[in-house]
């Protein structure tokens, strides 16, 4: 049975030295996934390996825009780095605390270069994927309400969809990210945004899934209050 893993061969954008990264082979199969959309595999965990890390210079991003740096991010990072001897080492399998590693390393480098608000999202929202699978509950809490914060900014100045998420869907998840670090007003006002919108019923699973996690958002408003 060949192995889930294998290694590449890439270039670092910013100095320009060869390392290997480790890609998944095949499709990973998901066998549930969380309100949030984390998502849960059979074998192995996809998300571990989404982050590139430079073995010579310790840049990090994730490997769908690891080569798009503008030259003035170039710069900025080669200044940042210059005269440090990183060294790392992040290829072949990884364990949980080396996942956790690679998204801080890449939030790092995202943050030094003014990346979109809708990237660091993203990286802090599976960072908190990481941290709950290894139930470090203060840690996900902490990386979620970023990954909220980082939506919000995003719906507000990017253009939409953001990825693979519509208005709706990114609408959602600042409610339902929200509800999960227990700001529960804030959440029932975006998820109400969702269940309400026209445009939303046309995405069943996303509206379905906000009126349930209002329900949710409520009845803790509601618990608190009493």
Same mark, same amino acid.
């Not at 998502?39 to 074998?43: H, V």
């Not at 200044?79 to 072949?92: C, H, I, S, T």
């Not at 919108?197 to 803790?220: G, M, Q």
């Given at each position: 049975m060949a192995e889930p893993?294998?290694?590449?061969?890439?270039?670092?954008p910013v100095c320009q030295k060869l390392f290997n990264v480790t890609r998944l082979r095949g499709r990973q199969v998901m066998v549930k996934q969380d309100t949030d959309f984390c998502?849960?595999?059979?074998?192995v965990k996809p998300y571990y390996y989404t982050i590139w890390v430079c073995s010579s210079c310790g840049?990090?991003?994730?490997?769908?825009?690891?080569?798009?740096?503008?030259?003035?991010?170039?710069?900025k990072?080669?200044?940042?780095?210059?005269?440090?001897?990183?060294? /790392?080492?992040?290829?072949?399998? =990884?364990?949980?605390?080396? *996942?956790?590693?690679?998204?801080?390393? $890449?939030i790092f480098f995202a943050d030094l270069i003014s990346a979109p608000a809708s990237r660091l999202a993203e990286l802090y929202l599976k960072l908190s994927w990481v941290y709950r699978e290894g139930e470090e509950h203060e840690e996900e809490?902490?990386?979620l309400a970023k990954a909220c914060e980082y939506y919000e900014q995003a719906l507000m100045r990017e253009r939409l969809p953001i990825g693979t998420l519509s208005e709706a869907a990114v609408?959602?998840?600042?409610?339902?990210?929200?509800r999960r670090i227990g700001q529960n007003e804030k959440a029932l006002s975006y998820l109400a945004k969702v269940v309400?919108?026209? /445009?939303?019923?046309?995405?069943? =699973?996303?509206?379905?899934? *906000?009126?349930?996690?209002?329900?949710? $958002?409520?009845?803790?408003?509601?618990q608190a209050d009493s």
């Open positions: 893993t294998y290694s590449v061969e890439r270039q670092c998502a849960y595999f059979q074998d840049y990090a991003a994730e490997d769908t825009c690891f080569d798009n740096l503008s030259s003035a991010a170039k710069d990072i080669a200044e940042f780095l210059a005269g440090r001897d990183v060294k /790392v080492n992040f290829e072949g399998e =990884r364990t949980r605390a080396q *996942a956790i590693a690679t998204y801080k390393l $890449a809490k902490t990386a609408t959602y998840l600042i409610g339902e990210l929200a309400g919108s026209p /445009v939303a019923k046309l995405e069943p =699973r996303v509206t379905n899934l *906000a009126r349930d996690a209002w329900h949710e $958002a409520r009845a803790a408003r509601d």
